[in-house]
T-cell receptor, first 113, second 112 residues
Framework: DQQVKQNSPSLSVQEGRISILNCDYT??????FLWYKKYPAEGPTFLIS?????DKNEDGRFTVFLNKSAKHLSLHIVPSQPGDSAVYFC????????????FGTGTRLKVLA | SQTIHQWPATLVQPVGSPLSLECTVE??????LYWYRQAAGRGLQLLFY??????ISSEVPQNLSASRPQDRQFILSSKKLLLSDSGFYLC???????????FGDGTRLSIL
């Protein structure tokens, strides 16, 4: 049973526009969420995180939104750049104090020049 | 700054052969260490994690094992590889608490 779901396997966006990547989770006990970016043949790189006590966290062009009632989080990239083309994973951590992070299956973002 | 090294980058092994993948972290002490596997078209699956030397927790039953002989060294092993062990193996580290994990560049393992 997939507890963290990224239902869109791919997304194409024009350069300069907004990219919105979505992630849904099923476990209301998740308290910490992260987004990673992955280029081919490399390990994932941490992008941004959000604690369950917040509903928004911003870092430069990247903003993560958390809707706990809907068990949904999203990553907004504004403006999108060709270098943002990569696979994006969302991840959630179980109850506080555990070390287990559950990852989604990823969304491949392609930013068109 | 902290760095994580993982090798080899690619590995081709016959079925039934042993495996040893090594991961080391520099620039930090007492890190939490993790081994993940990414099978084709799937997310990252946590295999093992360690909060200290000799302390290993296994997340899924399998024919793989992990060891942490030193504070910043994490080893993934198998005595006999199966075809289903093919995949992309990633080592990661993190500090305690609400900290993100930082990944190595992975090992692409192909079993023939």
């Amino acid at each position: 049973d997939q507890q963290v779901k990224q239902n869109s396997p791919s997304l194409s966006v024009q350069e300069g526009r907004i990219s919105i990547l979505n992630c849904d989770y099923t476990n209301s006990m998740f308290d910490y969420f992260l987004w990673y970016k992955k280029y081919p043949a490399e390990g994932p790189t941490f992008l941004i995180s959000i604690s369950s006590i917040k509903d928004k966290n911003e870092d430069g062009r990247f903003t993560v939104f958390l809707n706990k009632s809907a068990k949904h989080l999203s990553l907004h990239i504004v403006p999108s750049q060709p270098g943002d083309s990569a696979v994006y994973f969302c991840a959630a951590r179980g109850t506080s104090g555990t070390y287990k992070y559950i990852f989604g299956t990823g969304t491949r973002l392609k930013v068109l020049a | 700054s902290q760095t994580i090294h993982q090798w080899p980058a690619t590995l081709v092994q016959p079925v039934g052969s042993p495996l040893s993948l090594e991961c080391t972290v520099e620039g930090t002490s007492n890190p939490n260490l993790y081994w993940y596997r990414q099978a084709a078209g799937r997310g990252l699956q946590l295999l093992f994690y360690s909060v200290g030397i000799g302390q290993i927790s296994s997340e899924v039953p399998q024919n793989l094992s992990a060891s942490r002989p030193q504070d910043r060294q994490f080893i993934l092993s198998s005595k006999k590889l199966l075809l289903s062990d093919s995949g992309f193996y990633l080592c990661a580290w993190s500090r305690q608490g609400e900290q993100p994990q930082h990944f190595g560049d992975g090992t692409r393992l192909s079993i023939l």
